[in-house]
């Protein structure tokens, strides 16, 4: 079982900054492919960024540039770095821990959700 707590949401202006974080706890965190999904007002969630265990990193055309993620296993926490933020990305921001063997999915854990609000 995990544990993943989102925090860092909140309001800003359009072309501001917000950092994102989601604590994971309850099981090794290091093993775990980690991801960032964006689900707009009335949209379906969407994949943002996403962290594999050897810190390979994968991004959404629509923030290439602009978002970064990494994670800290000390830490226990992965981040995302929002930079340069327009009206269309506000929503729900949702952390996710998954592990994958082969194509097969082993487990999925998802987080409680952290709103940001980008005001033009």
């Known amino acids: 079982q995990v544990q993943l707590v989102e925090s860092g949401g909140g309001l800003v202006q359009a072309g501001g900054s917000l950092r994102l974080s989601c604590a994971a706890s309850?099981?090794?965190?290091?093993?775990?492919?980690m991801a960032w999904y964006h689900q707009a007002p009335g949209k379906q969630r969407m994949l943002v960024a996403s962290?594999?265990?050897?810190?390979?990193?994968n991004y959404a055309d629509s923030v290439k540039g602009r978002f970064t993620i990494s994670r800290d296993s000390a830490k226990n926490t992965v981040y995302l770095q929002m930079n340069s933020l327009k009206p269309e990305d506000t929503g729900v921001y949702y952390c996710r821990a998954s592990k994958t063997r082969g194509t097969t999915l082993i487990f999925s854990f998802w987080g409680q959700g952290t709103q940001v609000t980008v005001s033009s």
């Open positions: 309850g099981s090794i965190f290091s093993d775990k492919d």
């Open positions: 962290i594999t265990t050897a810190d390979i990193t």
